[in-house]
Structures are given as structure tokens and as C-alpha cells.
């Protein structure tokens, strides 16, 4: 679109090198043309930053699958349902809900987040092994500072 804008200019350019042809209403044609160039293109932009955050959580989906992984909807009118994928659809997924086993048809443009929750048991995992190896990296450095 820019060049053919850069194309319009150049042959009004000539026009009034040519012709003598008053330069402001050329001027104000090729200022509304980029105008409206601009309008347009920021709506396409934001119908293209919609389809790619559809586009991410459909892929997160099909990372996060069907094996029974507890994951969070997070919806774009900022409600949170927790449960089970059971399948994966075009256009769609369908969620069971961890609470009352409802099955729930998600559709990929409502939600604005997807994320696994890890389950307590990991949780304590992660911590347990934290807190050991931040032990083991204090008792390593007492150790090698006696040793001095």
C-alpha cells in the first residue's frame, strides 16, 4: 500500500513540475490517503492480534493434550474454571470440570489463558527438593571455608 502511495506521490510530483498545478490540493489528497491507509491497517492489525492469540491457545491446548492433566481456563470476562481436557476439536475443546464432572465445550477466542496446574504432591516435591539443595549448597560452602 506504502508504494503505491509513494507511486501516487511521485506522479503528482511530476504533475506540478509539468503543469504548475497548485501543490495543496495534492498535498491534502495524498494526507487523506495515508489517513485512511492508516485506519485501515490498525483495524486489519487488531483483527490479526486476535487470530494469533486464538492461535496460542489452540497450540497450547494441543501441547497440554488429553492425558489428564488438571489445567485452568482463564476466560476473557475474567472467569476461571479448573478441570480435565477430554478432547480436542477445529474449533473448540472440551473441558470436565474437576469440581461436579461437568463436560464444558470451550471455544478456543473466549479464553484469554490455559495453564496445568501442578498437584500438591509435585508441590511439596519441588519444595522438599529446594530446600535440599539450598542446604547442601550452604553446608558445601561452611565445608570448603573450614577447610582454609
Known amino acids: 500500500m506504502i508504494v503505491v502511495i509513494l507511486i501516487f506521490f511521485s ?69 476461571k474454571i479448573k478441570g480435565y481436557i477430554t478432547e480436542i476439536k477445529e474449533d473448540s475443546f472440551v473441558l470436565v470440570s474437576k469440581k461436579n464432572g461437568a463436560s464444558t465445550d470451550i471455544s478456543y477466542d473466549k479464553v484469554k489463558n490455559i495453564q496445568p496446574i501442578l498437584a500438591t504432591s509435585r508441590k511439596v516435591g519441588l519444595a522438599v527438593a529446594t530446600g535440599l539443595l539450598a542446604f547442601g549448597i550452604i553446608g558445601a560452602i561452611v565445608s570448603l571455608r573450614s577447610l582454609k
Not at 485501515?40 to 491446548?61: G, N
Open 11 to 79: 506522479i503528482i510530483l511530476f504533475k506540478v513540475l509539468r503543469e504548475k498545478i497548485v501543490l495543496k490540493k495534492y498535498i491534502g489528497l495524498v494526507l487523506i490517503g495515508l489517513i485512511l491507509n492508516l485506519a485501515f491497517s490498525s483495524f486489519a492489525f487488531a483483527q490479526d492480534s486476535e487470530t494469533r492469540a486464538t492461535q496460542k491457545i489452540k497450540i497450547r491446548v494441543a501441547e497440554i493434550g488429553t492425558r489428564g492433566k488438571v489445567v485452568e481456563v482463564k476466560f476473557k470476562d475474567k472467569t
